[in-house]
């Protein structure tokens, strides 16, 4: 039976264009989704918008709109931006989509039957930035530790859903798979709020109407995180794509690990739903060592990332820059370097010197020897891990090594169509293993070397055909010092 894979990313809040903090999170899944489509496996790769909540309601008034108009505005744009970063997700969904909110119903009266949610009254604090509640403590005086704006304090009627009860259940399922929380370095403290003790949560909102209405209080709309996150358990129950779920990895960032963590497997559990496999949270994008976020002002275009040095080279930056799982740094000079240095002057000087000499001299099959040199069973690893810098070292390591072959070989003095041929064909595995980072680049190599991203060919002997000398991949930028 082919292997199936299920990746999404976090539903962005549609109240703003995204930004490279988003673009992020959704290249990683791109790049897995790709990896594992090269493999040979079914794959589903979901991503979406959050549309509910206070935090649209906010937005919708200050742009004069009714939030659904409003957000239907906004949708357009994340496609455009998922389009220019070549981003292939096999699904876009919302939160407002009937199937989704049908589902989220549902779910919410079969809890709700099973006795985990019961009548109450909340008062305490609520940051609407977050979409998240707040204890006195957790605040800086009175403004949230995040957002750094005035916090909101509530008291409304709500149902609250009896997260206590599964603090047992959470710390054995953190026990019994310990990669549900990953990286690792995320995992204690996560633990250690969980041990602290967890308190029930309150799930609806009567103070505005934009949301899933509670099927047993029409009053009432769940609270917005509750709708969210069944969005990815929703999108697997269309027809054909239920064998999906379990999600195999949820991709998000560290800020929305408790979400995920915490209140994502108590929901199933109370529905009586499998688990997910695991949870990945990576770290933030500063800009001069800023978080880059919408509600803070600083912000940073998919059009001004891309703009840069072109899409392959924004997704390679992003992937080779950080590591993922942990914090990283934006400069537009990092990334003009490594355009320069990795992109330009290795790989496309690797092949451009290759095919040019292909096509003059010819190629002639042999065993290739040099293509011992790349350890696929250590890049197949570290893709399992996702350490997605490592897999760049690795490729690129093998990259240094084909310059150095054709430097010590010198093709254009020998005119050996064998020491070609060896090239060539490295170059294929080069390509192949370099498609979820940089496809459109792969693909033109995959024409005009004549063979198709797959895995397995990898291990294939590439077939003997006209190469002709490839256009240039990346052009150079000049970078102004001034
Ligand atoms: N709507 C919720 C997610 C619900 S998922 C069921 C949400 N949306 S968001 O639009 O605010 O943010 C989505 C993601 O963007 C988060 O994972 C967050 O970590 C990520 N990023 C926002 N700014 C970021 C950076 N500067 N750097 C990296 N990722 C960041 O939260």
Known sequence: MTKKFYVTTPIYYSNDIPHVGHAYTTIAADILSRWHKIKGEDVFFLTGTDDHGKKIVQAAEKAGKLPKEFTDSL??????????????????????????????????????????????????????????YYTEK???????????????KLKEESYFFKLSKYQKPLLDLYKKNPDFISPKTRK?????????????LSISRTSFNWGVPLPFDKKHVAYVWFDA?????????????????????????????????????AFLLSAGIELPKRVFAHGWWTFDKEKISKSRGKVLGVNELTG???????????????????????????????????????????ISRVSALAEKYGIEKCENKLLKKLNLN??????SNYELDKVLNEIFGFIDSCNEYIQS?????????????????????????LYPFIPETSEKIAKNFGFEIKLDNIKKPLAVKKIKKNEILFKKIEVNNG
Request: aromatic share 14%; net charge neutral.
């Open 75 to 132: 949708i357009p744009k994340f496609k455009e931006a998922w389009k220019k970063l070549n981003l292939g997700y096999d699904r876009f969904i919302r939160t407002t989509d009937k199937d989704h909110e049908k589902i989220v119903q549902e779910i919410l009266q079969k809890v709700f039957d099973k006795g985990d949610i019961y009548k109450g009254k909340y008062e305490g604090f609520y940051c609407t930035g977050c979409e998240a």
């Open 138 to 152: 957790d605040l800086e005086k009175e403004f949230c530790p995040i957002h750094k704006t005035k916090i909101e």
């Open 188 to 200: 204690q403290e996560i633990i250690n709020r969980v041990k602290d003790g967890l308190k029930d």
């Open 229 to 265: 996150l069944f969005n990815y358990y929703s999108a697997t129950r269309q027809k054909g794509k239920e064998k999906f779920w379990p999600a195999d990895v949820h991709f998000i960032g560290k800020d929305i690990l408790w979400f995920h963590t915490v209140y994502w497997p």
């Open 308 to 350: 840069i040095a072109g899409v392959d080279s924004a997704r390679y930056f992003l992937f080779r820059e950080s590591v993922f799982g942990e914090d990283a740094d934006f400069s537009e000079k990092a990334l003009i370097d490594r355009h320069n240095n990795e992109l330009a002057d290795k790989l496309g000087n690797l």
């Open 378 to 383: 250590e890049i197949e690893k570290l893709f």
């Open 409 to 433: 070989k010198k093709p254009w003095e020998t005119h050996d169509k064998k020491v070609l041929y060896e090239l060539c064909d490295s170059i294929k595995a080069i390509a192949i293993l």
